[in-house]
């Protein structure tokens, strides 16, 4: 089996590489960026499987698992995350996905899920798919408050502090004391970062 592992984590992708080449009928190829992956799909390469990381570069979340099924309707894709929710995971398997992959899996379950949609099936961990949308991949939004979140969904939007103070009834400093502090929480240095970190976490 043939297998596509596109992922910008080193660690990730090498371990992938050693769990499935260690099972011996298994040949994988790397590469860190969905523009990478697409290069080698519009090449001709052929692949039983390609995983594709949710957040990588170039990936756009579900855009990227779209044009990968586009290029050849008979590819297996499946996208692999440690951060999407239970809600992208079943719009990613809607979509035509051959599976969705919790980074949080054992490398033996990864493996058996690999070997599962090559052959064919349609995988999602069973644990995952039922786990309450806060507890199935939002570790960030534990981090913030109620008002916190409201404000960085304005962030994600491109609103002022302004528009935000306005939406929420808030005063225009209140708001900016907000955005002060869930910087901090999420490690954000300015508002776009802010807003690319919320949408790697399929926050909103």
Same mark, same amino acid.
């Given at each position: 089996m043939r297998v596509l592992i596109a992922d910008d984590h080193d660690l990730l992708r090498d371990t992938l590489e050693v769990f499935l080449e260690g099972e011996g009928n298994f040949e994988t190829v790397t590469v860190a960026t969905f523009a990478e992956a697409e290069k080698l799909c519009l090449r001709g390469d052929r692949f039983d499987l390609v995983l594709l990381d949710y957040s990588m570069?170039?990936?756009?979340?579900?855009?990227?698992?779209?044009?990968?099924?586009?290029?050849?309707?008979e590819r297996r894709v499946a996208i692999?995350?440690?951060?999407a929710n239970r809600e992208i995971a079943e719009q990613a398997l809607a979509a035509g996905a051959a599976g969705f992959l919790? !980074? #949080? *899996?054992?490398g033996k379950s990864l493996v058996n899920a690999v070997r599962f949609m090559a052959m064919g099936e349609q995988y999602a961990p069973l644990d995952f798919m039922r786990a309450?949308?806060?507890?199935?991949?939002n570790p960030l939004a534990e981090r913030l408050s109620r008002r916190e979140l409201e404000v960085l969904e304005g962030l994600t939007l491109g609103k002022?502090?302004?528009e935000i103070a306005r939406d929420l009834d808030l005063r225009e400093p209140?708001?900016?004391?907000?955005? !002060? #502090? *869930?910087?901090?929480?999420i490690g954000a240095s300015n508002r776009t970062q802010a807003a690319m970190i919320a949408k790697e976490a399929g926050l909103f």
């Open positions: 570069p170039g990936m756009n979340g579900l855009e990227g698992l779209k044009r990968m099924l586009d290029l050849n309707g692999i995350s440690g951060t919790p !980074k #949080t *899996l054992s309450e949308d806060e507890a199935a991949g002022s502090n302004k209140t708001v900016k004391l907000h955005v !002060k #502090t *869930l910087y901090r929480k």
